[in-house]
């Protein structure tokens, strides 16, 4: 059975830092990531890592946030640094695995910014 387990979110003063973790079980993902999603507004990509390390961000947490992955530990982590109030919104992790095609999520953790 396929698992995404996030931990790590919080409330956090703007200019602040956090790290999420999402550790996965039962299966092998090629692209692992982190999605966010505001109240009232679609989810969207923050940052995504292939097993060999490439990485892409969204434009708005360039030069803030880092993705990093273990696949020893098949664990993916998303340090947010320099965190804006417009950060705040609940965080999903997912990963991906294209054959035989598999797209999972976890729960969700909220990240609050705020003063």
């Known amino acids: 059975q396929v698992q995404l387990v996030e931990s790590g979110g919080g409330l956090v003063q703007p200019g602040g830092s956090l790290r999420l973790s999402c550790a996965a079980s039962g299966s092998i993902f090629s692209i692992m990531g982190w999605y966010r999603q505001a109240p009232g507004k679609q989810r969207e990509l923050v940052a995504a890592i292939t097993r060999g390390g490439t990485t892409n961000y969204a434009d708005s947490v360039k030069g803030r946030f880092t993705i990093s992955r273990d696949n020893a530990k098949n664990t993916v982590y998303l340090q947010m640094n320099h965190l804006k109030p ?8 997912n990963a991906h695995r294209p054959f035989p095609s598999l797209d999972s999520w976890g729960q969700g953790t909220q ?3 705020s003063s």
Do not use: I, N
């Not at 417009?86 to 992790?93: G, I, K, W």
């Open 86 to 93: 417009e950060d705040t919104a609940v965080y999903y992790c």
């Open 111 to 113: 990240v609050s910014v």
